[in-house]
């Protein structure tokens, strides 16, 4: 069983930054595929960043290439959201994810493929 932990989240004005993180326990961290999910109030669910287990392959939403980034530490078992520019649009609460792909990189954009969730992080971004 993976324990997922989300942090950073927060109140921000449009144009800020944020960087969320998620601590990981439980399990054999570089086994899983990370994603950043999020939903905003009165929407669905949705993908947002994914990173492979070595941390050298990535995929994003088109809505935030070139803004978000994410990245994995595995000595810290933790993965990171860097968010730049951001947009009102964007409040949302922020979920962290846990595939099982054992050192694979095949990344996933469908949240019924992920096996672990966090609780979420609230981030409101004010105009």
């Known amino acids: 069983q993976v324990q997922l932990v989300e942090s950073g989240g927060g109140l921000v004005q449009a144009g800020g930054s944020l960087r969320l993180s998620c601590a990981a326990s439980g399990g054999i961290f570089r086994d899983y595929v990370m994603g950043w999910f999020r939903r905003a109030p009165g929407k669905e669910r949705e993908f947002v960043a994914a990173i492979n287990w070595r941390g050298d392959i990535t995929d994003y939403t088109d809505s935030v290439k070139g803004r978000f980034t994410i990245s994995r530490d595995n000595a810290k078992n933790t993965v990171y959201l860097q968010m730049n520019s951001l947009k009102p649009e964007e409040t949302a609460v922020y979920y962290c994810?846990?595939?099982?792909?054992?050192?694979?990189?095949?990344?996933?954009?469908?949240?019924?493929?992920?096996?672990?969730w966090g609780q979420g992080t609230q981030v409101t971004v004010s105009s």
């Open positions: 994810a846990a595939d099982f792909v054992p050192l694979g990189s095949d990344l996933s954009t469908y949240d019924r493929h992920y096996d672990y």
